[in-house]
């Protein structure tokens, strides 16, 4: 099982649509989450850290759920802005050291 | 604040030949991250440096691939010699402190295209 998995896409989804992404891991020492998005030719911009109650920025909720193992994006009146590639991204801990494994990402277009 | 700043851009080479990156991070950033993002994958950890010493380094390919900070500053990523597998783009990132909620700042990258 890879370490981080996410939906294959793509989505293509109508300008105001409501779309969500889904992200599994398996290590259960995770420590820290994040959603990184990904302009095409450009390079990763971290879009949203992942808290253990779930966290909201305007448009877009993250939630995680360690029991799981599964982390989502939920992106809300989508904007034709909104596309590009999401990357789910954990951070595993060995020794004192802190990695960040990526997914493969998911990518979105919005259409008019 | 500068960003995270690589070069070059853009680099063509044939199989068998060398290649080198540079990287010059955020200032006051202590880590230091090489990434390999081949198309349509997300980025896989090549190396990371604390300063000038070297963290991880699993996954770095060492028959052909080396990387230093000597300075704690700048790196540089070499490939010598380069297989067509090596096509891809190479990330640098950096923190200000490598631990688990430290945000990591990408740099534009460097697209290596090996014939």
């Given at each position: 099982?890879k370490?981080?998995?996410?939906?294959?896409g793509?989505?293509?989804?109508?300008?105001?649509?409501?779309?969500?992404f889904?992200?599994?891991?398996?290590?259960?020492?995770?420590?820290?989450f994040?959603w990184y998005r990904?302009?095409?030719?450009?390079?990763?911009?971290?879009?949203?850290?992942?808290?253990?109650?779930?966290?909201?920025?305007?448009?877009?909720?993250?939630?995680?759920?360690?029991?799981?193992?599964?982390?989502?994006?939920?992106?809300r009146?989508?904007?034709?802005?909104?596309?590009?590639?999401?990357?789910?991204?954990v951070?595993?801990?060995?020794?004192s050291?802190?990695?960040?494994?990526?997914?493969?990402?998911?990518l979105?277009?919005?259409?008019p | 604040?500068?960003?995270v700043a690589?070069?070059?851009?853009?680099?063509i080479?044939?199989?068998r030949?060398?290649?080198?990156?540079?990287?010059?991070p955020?200032?006051g950033h202590?880590?230091?991250?090489?990434?390999?993002?081949?198309?349509?994958?997300?980025?896989?950890?090549?190396?990371q440096?604390?300063?000038?010493?070297?963290?991880?380094?699993?996954?770095l390919?060492?028959?052909?691939?080396?990387?230093?900070?000597?300075?704690?500053?700048?790196?540089?990523?070499?490939?010598?010699?380069?297989?067509l597998?090596?096509?891809?783009?190479?990330?640098?990132?950096?923190?200000?402190?490598?631990?688990?909620?430290?945000?990591?700042f990408?740099?534009?990258?460097?697209?290596?295209?090996?014939?």
């Open positions: 099982r370490e981080v998995e996410q939906d294959p793509p989505f293509n989804v109508p300008e105001g649509a409501t779309v969500a889904n992200c599994t891991y398996s290590n259960s020492a995770s420590q820290s994040f990904q302009d095409c030719r450009k390079e990763p911009k971290l879009l949203m850290s992942v808290y253990s109650s779930g966290n909201e920025d305007g448009r877009f909720t993250a939630q995680l759920n360690r029991a799981s193992q599964y982390i989502s994006l939920l992106i009146d989508s904007k034709l802005s909104d596309s590009a590639t999401y990357l789910c991204a951070n595993i801990q060995g020794g050291n802190y990695k960040l494994t990526f997914g493969k990402g998911t979105l277009t919005v259409n | 604040e500068a960003g690589q070069s070059p851009r853009y680099k080479i044939e199989k030949q060398s290649v080198a990156f540079w990287c010059n955020i200032s202590a880590t230091l991250y090489w990434y390999q993002q081949i198309l349509g994958q997300g980025p896989k950890l090549l190396i440096f604390q300063n000038n010493g070297v963290v991880d380094d699993s996954q390919p060492k028959d052909r691939f080396s990387a230093e900070r000597l300075k704690g500053v700048d790196s540089t990523l070499k490939i010598q010699p380069a297989k597998e090596d096509s891809a783009v190479y990330l640098c990132a950096s923190s200000f402190y490598g631990s688990s909620y430290n945000e990591q990408f740099g534009p990258g460097t697209r290596l295209t090996v014939l």
